[in-house]
């Protein structure tokens, strides 16, 4: 049977991802190589295509059997159009053409979403989301971001934006965001902000500043659930406060949304077990309208591997009508 590949591709500020994805989610062949957005966008594109091509040869198919591409990718994009516009994490992408350029190379249907959107459609699709009717993605890194599937499709809105729960509003007078609000959900429970408040809150002689070689702009997120893990106190008060923070979120989130799972991945969410019973607590206390024994709350099962397969996936969906 023909056309039954697709080849996802996940790009991110620090590498670029392809692979080989079977109508059934299996992954045949998965290359990677660095993204140095800073060569840019043609030498990109040209990477990209030749990391493809490279991808579709390890799998050892026939390139008659390739249905598409799919492509997820950090934002901000103009997903109408296809376009890249993002010289905040790909510095010299600004407004790039990617959908055009790939489909011209390859003369297949591409499709181009948000990196949050097909890490949902991955989970969703073969993931700790898989089988569920309502699912809602959580990615808590540099920033927090989400996807929604709703009766077994990305919930897309208007201008294809939905799902930007990151930018939710957790403390009114809470720190000024990018985003132009305050007090958004990533500006207090995102990695930048548990860095932050531990740069600001280490004491002198503590190990959570030796963890950090005495220097506080050393300390990231990674180090300060490190050294909660340890015994450092000022540290697992942080974490603390931010399973309270991402509970805080979590819960408004389950009001609204009432999904059958809410799936956690993200760089923040490896420290799953320090997090989650202060996270939970807090979910439980704050979601009394929704059935919450109902609701499963679990880490991300694909890893590194959501993106692509979801980008895969999102193809599919695509060809089909249903994206
Ligand atoms: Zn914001």
Known sequence: MAQQYAIGVDIGGTNIVAAVVAEDGRVLSRLSTPTEAERGPENGIRRICELVERAESDAEIPSGDVAGIGIGCTGP?????GRVINPYTLPTWDDVPLVEAVSNRFGLPVVLLNDCDVAAL?????GAGKGTRNMLYI?????IGGGIIANGHLYRGVGLTAGEIGHHV????GPKCYCGARGCWEMLAAAPAIARAAAEAAQEGSLLLAMAGGNREKITAKLVADAA??????AGEIMRRTAFYLGTGVANL???LAPDVVVMGGGVMQSWSLLAPGMMETIRARSGMVPFEHIRIVPAALKLNAGVIGAARALFDHLRGEL
């Open 229 to 234: 893990g340890r015994g450092d106190p000022v």
């Open 122 to 126: 991955g989970e969703h699709w073969v």
């Open 170 to 173: 957790i403390d009114i007078n």
């Open 254 to 256: 389950l009001n609204i």
């Open 77 to 81: 994009l103009d997903l109408e159009r």
């Open 139 to 143: 990615t808590v890194g540099t920033g």
